[in-house]
């Protein structure tokens, strides 16, 4: 069964600095990948995604992600973090056998100091 | 993509009684789901609401327990049943257009607090 692990639980970061965040994947065929953020009390919104095509992806927010097949990841950067970008990032995979439904990771909470 | 209404937004019940949480999406999508969330943890799946049938639930999740209903393309509910202080979560609901390459979208959540 397909499964996403994100190491890091939680990451804290100093206003200005780069960020990155880690996903890893588990799927038997080429994945079907997304980035969502959950601000707090708000729903989940979408980053970015990847079905193929150009393995380096754009998002909203000034955010990207890089799909690494022979590493199983795609881990999520940002150049310079803003205050603003302190929430919970979840990665998530499309699941197999013609099923519509995504798997989560774990998330990880982002802390932005000032 | 699509927006979903999702509503309450939040609840305090008390044990033993039951919360039904409804999810209005603005156009037409092809599946919905519904998703648990509890405190400080991901996102699990409790069920895709089908339309016009029976939901499809995972393992741990029951139809007596969630009862969930999607009489159309717009439309759903999930109940929560009976419940205790370990219900206390926040309920998701999602849509997706179908297609493995699509994403899903999401309403606001649903915080549900049981005393």
């Known amino acids: 069964a397909q499964s ?14 780069s960020l990155e965040l880690r996903c890893n994947y588990s799927y038997g065929a080429t994945p079907y990948l997304f980035w969502y953020v959950q601000s707090p009390g708000q729903g989940l919104q979408l980053l970015l995604k ?3 095509g150009d393995t380096l ?15 199983s990841s795609f ?9 603003s ?17 995504l798997v989560f990771g774990k998330g990880t909470k982002l802390t932005v100091n000032p | 993509s699509a927006v979903i209404s999702q509503k309450p ?7 033993g009684t039951s919360l039904t949480i409804q999810c209005q999406v603005d156009s037409q999508v092809t599946m919905m789901f519904w998703y648990r969330q509890q405190p400080g943890q991901s996102l699990t799946l409790i069920a895709t609401a089908n339309q016009g049938s029976e939901a499809t639930y995972e393992s741990g999740f029951v139809i007596d327990k969630f009862p969930i209903s ?19 979560s926040i309920y998701l609901c999602s849509g997706r257009q179908g297609g493995m390459n699509t994403e899903a979208f999401f309403g606001q959540g649903t915080r549900l607090t049981v005393v």
């Open chain 1, 85 to 101: 970008d302190a929430a919970e990032y979840f990665c998530a995979v499309g699941a197999q056998g013609g099923s519509e439904k």
């Open chain 2, 9 to 15: 937004s939040r609840d305090i019940c008390q044990r």
């Open chain 1, 50 to 52: 990847y079905f193929s």
């Open chain 2, 70 to 88: 999607r009489p159309n393309l717009t439309f759903s509910t999930l109940t929560v049943s009976n419940m205790s202080p370990e219900d206390s």
């Open chain 1, 4 to 17: 996403v692990t994100q190491p890091d639980i939680h990451i804290t970061v100093s206003e200005g600095a």
């Open chain 1, 75 to 83: 881990n999520l950067r940002k150049p310079s973090v803003h205050w």
């Open chain 1, 57 to 71: 992806v754009q998002g909203i927010k000034g955010f990207e992600a890089e799909f690494k097949r022979s590493q």
